[in-house]
């Protein structure tokens, strides 16, 4: 997607050869007519498949996630990271150790959001070690759902997240690969 790749060029700043930071256009303030592009992009890419929800985890993932389930014209849940300690019985919990925050946090989404009826998309922002999908994969399975694919905006090809999910046999749309952040550069990969 020439638009976003040429933003992330405008906007993101490397914080390290591992990290980007895209809080002008991610994950703190969202330009609403870029996200939109991307959430057709997404339906685009995955409208033949009968996608019946969109599912992501909060914050960073909802904004496309929303105008992917827009304009695909079905709900979308997020899943809520879990500030309690006591167990749900009405929900499915996965721990999921935190890319950027050096944590581990627990996210949890409702049963009564997923069921195994649905056919399920999975939108996020960015996949690094593709913890926080591996986390959605094992709720979605849990609930007997069928994940249909996963939608990436941005994609470190650099690391193993994307890949590992694909051998496993899932299909992921990126919108943006980066395949390198050394030497103070954003090498894209072309797709
Ligand atoms: P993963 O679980 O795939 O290792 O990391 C995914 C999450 O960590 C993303 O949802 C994103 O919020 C955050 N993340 C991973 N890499 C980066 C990065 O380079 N920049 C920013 N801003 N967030 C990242």
């Known amino acids: 997607m020439e638009l976003l790749k040429q933003r992330i060029i405008e906007e993101g700043t490397i914080l390290s050869d591992q990290v980007l930071n895209l809080d002008g256009l991610l994950n703190h303030q969202?330009?609403?007519?870029?996200?939109?592009?991307?959430?057709?992009?997404?339906?685009?890419?995955?409208?033949?498949?009968?996608?019946?929800?969109?599912?992501?985890?909060?914050?960073?993932?909802?904004?496309?996630?929303?105008?992917?389930?827009?304009?695909?014209?079905v709900p979308l849940v997020f899943a809520r990271r879990k500030k309690t300690l006591l167990a749900d019985p009405d929900a499915y919990c996965e721990r999921v150790p935190s890319f950027t925050k050096g944590i581990v946090t627990d996210i949890m989404l409702s049963k009564r959001y997923l069921s195994s009826e649905d056919r399920v998309l999975f939108i996020d922002d960015i996949i690094a070690n593709g913890d926080a999908a591996k986390g959605l994969i094992?709720?979605?399975?849990?609930?007997?759902?069928?994940?249909?694919?996963?939608?990436?905006?941005?994609?470190?090809?650099?690391?193993?997240?994307?890949?590992?999910?694909?051998?496993?046999?899932?299909?992921?749309?990126?919108?943006?690969?980066?395949?390198?952040?050394?030497d103070g550069t954003i090498t894209f990969l072309e797709i």
């Open 138 to 182: 094992k709720i979605i399975e849990r609930s007997g759902a069928e994940l249909i694919g996963l939608g990436i905006v941005i994609e470190k090809s650099f690391q193993a997240g994307a890949r590992t999910i694909r051998e496993q046999g899932f299909r992921v749309e990126s919108l943006v690969k980066i395949a390198s952040l050394t």
């Open 30 to 73: 969202v330009d609403p007519q870029l996200t939109m592009e991307m959430g057709k992009e997404f339906a685009a890419r995955f409208r033949e498949s009968g996608i019946t929800r969109v599912v992501t985890v909060e914050s960073s993932g909802i904004a496309v996630g929303f105008a992917t389930a827009y304009e695909l014209g």
